[in-house]
């Protein structure tokens, strides 16, 4: 089974639209005949993909069976040498955890808790995207956080760059704001050629080929914006806590189904309310809600079993 049919027994799909696309982790029997939440499920399938996750496409993807261990220990120990992902491992494995109204001044440390890793998850599996380099890989070998876009892929079928933004929060409105933050932030003139240019500098890195060429050309700061934005494919995901999968315990009833939909029309109406940039009819927005029962259970979660991983090669 190829890892695209995998990914869509873990995570469902509800709504698919052009600027709206909805996913979440459904239930499963248990030994005693319960119904219990998929968070272990979901959580083992991220881990099993953070060395594509932190090495890249540009570093290649083939590795043969005696290299799978070190591989593993590698990427664990690659996002561990990033500041906020180890200060946020020990602040959820002491019992601590991120409110969502931090102070301005720790706001760094949300990019610790894998917004960034479930965003790849879902381009990758749902929408046919490869990563064009890896940001973690970056932020290792240059040994500082680059506070650019959350993900850098690539359509290679309609030749799309995906710039991706992702916000993990408690409440789902807080992380729709703050994605509409960063979309004034980084879609700018001077800041999209300052994060082109690193992109294009690590490009360089790679064998020169045809594919290469062409996405040199599209980032290079004398193409149009109006060009580059034409190209450009935003998805924006919000990954956030929500009370309805403690009220229901059936992906598949009715009631769970209706009451799921009004909150993500709910959310989405918000967002296209408040949604204000300047360039707004230029930009290819995709909004992707992914509602979980806990956003410090997934975090926790994701932390613990990183923590294993690191130890493997020690």
Same mark, same amino acid.
């Given at each position: 089974?190829?890892? /695209?049919?995998?990914?869509?027994?873990?995570?469902?799909?509800?709504? $698919?639209?052009?600027?709206? /696309?909805?996913?979440?982790?459904?239930?499963?029997?248990?030994?005693?005949?319960? $119904?219990?939440?998929?968070?272990?499920?979901?959580? @083992?399938?991220?881990?099993?993909?953070?060395?594509?996750?932190?090495?890249?496409?540009?570093?290649?993807?083939?590795?043969?069976?005696?290299?799978?261990?070190?591989?593993? &220990?590698?990427?664990? =120990?690659?996002?561990?040498?990033?500041?906020?992902?180890?200060?946020?491992?020990?602040? &959820?494995?002491?019992?601590?955890?991120?409110?969502?109204?931090?102070?301005?001044?720790?706001?760094? *440390?949300?990019?610790?808790?894998?917004?960034?890793?479930?965003?790849?998850?879902?381009?990758?599996?749902?929408?046919?995207?490869?990563?064009?380099?890896?940001? /973690?890989? !970056?932020?290792?070998?240059?040994?500082?956080?680059? #506070?650019?876009?959350? @993900?850098?892929?690539?359509?290679?079928?309609?030749?799309?760059?995906?710039?991706?933004?992702?916000?993990?929060?408690?409440?789902?409105?807080?992380?729709?704001?703050?994605?509409?933050?960063?979309? =004034? %932030? #980084? !879609?700018?003139?001077?800041?999209?050629?300052?994060?082109?240019?690193?992109?294009?500098?690590?490009?360089?890195?790679?064998?020169?080929? %045809?594919?290469?060429?062409?996405? +040199?050309?599209?980032?290079?700061?004398?193409?149009?914006?109006?060009?580059?934005?034409?190209?450009?494919?935003?998805?924006?995901?919000?990954?956030?806590?929500?009370?309805? !999968?403690?009220?229901?315990?059936?992906? @598949?009833?009715?009631?769970?189904?209706?009451?799921?939909?009004?909150?993500?029309? =709910?959310?989405? =109406?918000?967002?296209?309310?408040?949604?204000?940039?300047? +360039?707004?009819?230029?930009?290819?927005?995709?909004?992707?809600?992914?509602?979980?029962?806990?956003?410090?259970?997934?975090?926790?979660?994701?932390?613990?079993?990183? /923590?294993? $991983?690191?130890? *493997?090669?020690?």
């Amino acid at each position: 089974m190829n890892t /695209v049919a995998r990914a869509s027994k873990i995570l469902n799909t509800r709504i $698919m639209e052009n600027d709206l /696309v909805t996913y979440y982790i459904g239930y499963d029997l248990n030994d005693d005949g319960e $119904m219990v939440y998929r968070l272990n499920e979901f959580v @083992s399938y991220l881990i099993n993909i953070i060395p594509e996750f932190a090495f890249g496409f540009h570093q290649g993807t083939k590795t043969s069976n005696d290299e799978i261990v070190n591989k593993i &220990y590698q990427a664990a =120990k690659s996002i561990y040498k990033i500041k906020e992902f180890r200060e946020v491992s020990d602040l &959820y494995l002491t019992g601590q955890e991120l409110e969502d109204d931090i102070e301005i001044d720790k706001k760094y *440390l949300k990019r610790g808790e894998f917004g960034e890793i479930i965003l790849h998850f879902i381009l990758k599996n749902f929408h046919g995207t490869v990563p064009l380099i890896s940001k /973690v890989y !970056f932020k290792d070998s240059y040994g500082h956080a680059v #506070h650019g876009f959350d @993900s850098v892929h690539i359509n290679e079928i309609d030749r799309t760059l995906w710039l991706g933004e992702s916000k993990l929060y408690t409440d789902g409105k807080k992380g729709l704001l703050a994605l509409i933050e960063d979309l =004034k %932030e #980084h !879609f700018k003139r001077d800041y999209l050629n300052d994060e082109f240019t690193i992109i294009s500098n690590r490009l360089k890195d790679t064998e020169t080929n %045809e594919k290469v060429d062409y996405w +040199l050309s599209l980032l290079d700061t004398t193409t149009k914006l109006a060009d580059q934005l034409n190209q450009i494919v935003i998805p924006l995901i919000c990954t956030y806590s929500c009370d309805l !999968f403690n009220q229901h315990s059936d992906e @598949s009833n009715d009631n769970f189904i209706q009451a799921y939909e009004n909150e993500i029309k =709910k959310l989405k =109406k918000y967002f296209d309310d408040n949604y204000d940039h300047p +360039l707004k009819s230029h930009l290819n927005i995709i909004v992707i809600l992914f509602p979980v029962k806990s956003k410090v259970d997934l975090v926790k979660g994701l932390h613990k079993k990183l /923590v294993i $991983m690191q130890n *493997l090669g020690e």
